[in-house]
């Protein structure tokens, strides 16, 4: 009811809303690897979920403009994520591994630090690390991504408002690896209020400047997935109600919030099908916050959404001229959780796991044999894994770019991905064309196929940034 809503008012607003004035507040989204086949596979999936053929439109793939962009780098056809985000933050394309740098090393100004010299209030948020590639671009200025305590400290420098995110990596090692005061000292000293979940973040007072993290003992380099949250995990959706009504409290200059939606990259470096579509779902619901104050400020309200780059070069169809994705719907927890469970599951039984222990453990967090009926030869790859891994302890984690895998898990995602007739190219990047969604104040300009370089320059203009 509610996206019929949404899409209601998106038809009935008048074209003129999209062109002339100044958009005073500025929501720039970034689904980190979300390219346009992973946005077009959640909105099928979704579909068929509820039995229809077709596509469930996510809320942003109803903004009036959409188009695509190309995210090359400076130095090679397919980007990185601190190259990527570089060149979404500063309008300049530099090196694979450079945060907010050109090629010389030399500091560029992003289009946050823009808008914060133009007297806007300045968030950047995420679902991952606040120092990790895409969010550091925007405040942050250091030859390489792994600089991590480096990156923390130029936080300090940006003086933005809100940040927010699961944490920090570093907080007291240098990258030469030697310890270092702790970044907590320097962001106290500052003047940054830290808050530790959203219990904590009910204490912060309006107008501060404000750090909010996860509870203390949790993962610090990203949130949950959305397919594995529990109760009490923070996620990018209250992050991002946080930050909106915190840059808008009193605020008559405008304020400039950038949102990363960082695990949308780590799912498909995992070729993770269902993980990645919910990811995707979980953007969309950070969206809706901005689409709410957008309702409220239509002619002063500026949101784009885009990616950095593609990962995993995800193909929806593998063959047939079929597609299964109801299928995923049966998957409970993230390749990483399985393995997890997987592991726990071993200590559990001392590792004495049986096949029909393994049998009863798929079929409740995968779905096989009670909802998803296997072929012989993908049953086959399962209790061959099982053979080598559980009884003749042949057991070593498999690693792609973010996690460390069960094998057995490893093969119950790829039996998943057949059965649902998703494909990956890679683990890695690809240098397909990433979407372009808009909506507001200077919407139009996002109308044609672009570079993402034209991306930060665009959003300047409509809000009126000196570049």
């Known amino acids: 009811m509610k996206k019929t809503l949404y ?155 809100f940040y927010g995110g699961s944490g920090f990596l570093k907080a007291d090692e240098t990258f030469e690896g030697e310890k270092a005061p702790s970044i907590y000292q320097a962001f106290d000293n500052a003047g940054y209020k830290f808050y530790k979940g959203l219990n904590d973040y009910t204490n912060s007072k309006r107008g501060e400047k404000v750090i909010l993290m996860q509870e203390e003992g949790r993962d610090v380099y990203s949130l949950p997935y959305a397919i594995d949250r529990k109760e009490g995990d923070l996620s990018l959706e209250q992050i991002t109600k946080a930050a909106i009504d915190h840059l808008s409290y009193k605020n008559k200059k405008g304020f400039f919030l950038m949102v990363e939606g960082g695990k949308i990259d780590w799912s498909s470096h995992d070729n993770d099908a269902a993980t990645t579509f919910a990811e995707v779902v979980d953007f969309d619901n950070a969206v809706a916050h901005a689409l709410d104050f957008y309702k409220k400020h239509p002619k002063e309200t500026l949101i784009v959404i885009t990616a950095d780059h593609e990962t995993g070069g995800l193909a929806l169809g593998t063959g047939k001229y079929e597609l299964n994705l109801k299928a995923l719907e049966h998957q409970e927890v993230s390749a990483g959780e399985l393995s997890n469970l997987m592991s726990v599951l071993r200590k559990t039984k001392n590792n004495n796991v049986t096949w029909d222990d393994m049998k009863e453990f798929l079929s409740e967090y995968m779905g096989f044999w009670d909802e998803l009926q296997l072929t012989w030869a993908q049953e086959r790859k399962l209790r061959d894994e099982f053979e080598s891994s559980f009884v003749s302890k042949k057991h070593s984690f498999e690693e792609s770019m973010y996690t460390k895998t069960e094998p057995l898990a490893s093969r119950a995602k790829e039996v998943m991905n057949e059965i649902a007739m998703v494909a990956w190219a890679s683990h890695s990047h690809s240098a397909n064309y990433v979407p372009v969604y808009a909506i507001g104040v200077g919407a139009e300009m996002f109308s044609a196929k672009q570079n993402n370089i034209d991306i930060p320059r665009k959003i300047a203009k409509a809000a009126g940034y000196k570049w």
């Open 7 to 161: 899409l209601f008012i998106l038809l009935c607003l008048p074209l003129s809303i999209f062109a002339g004035g100044k958009a005073k507040y500025v929501f720039f989204f970034i689904g980190d690897g979300m390219g346009v086949d992973h946005v077009n596979g959640t909105e099928m999936y979704l579909a068929e979920k509820e039995g229809i053929i077709g596509t469930e439109a996510l809320l942003f793939s109803k903004f009036p403009v959409m188009s695509v962009a190309t995210t090359y780098s400076m130095t090679n056809s397919v980007t990185d994520s601190s190259a990527g985000g570089t060149a979404l933050s500063t309008g300049e394309k530099t090196y694979n591994g450079a945060i907010g740098v050109d090629f010389d090393k030399k500091p560029l100004k992003t289009v946050a630090e823009r808008a914060k010299s133009a007297g806007n209030k300045v968030g950047i948020i995420t679902s991952v690390s606040i120092d990790h590639a895409t969010p550091a671009a925007f405040y942050a200025h250091q030859p390489d991504r792994d600089m991590y305590y480096e990156i923390a400290h130029d936080l300090v420098l940006a003086d933005f408002d």
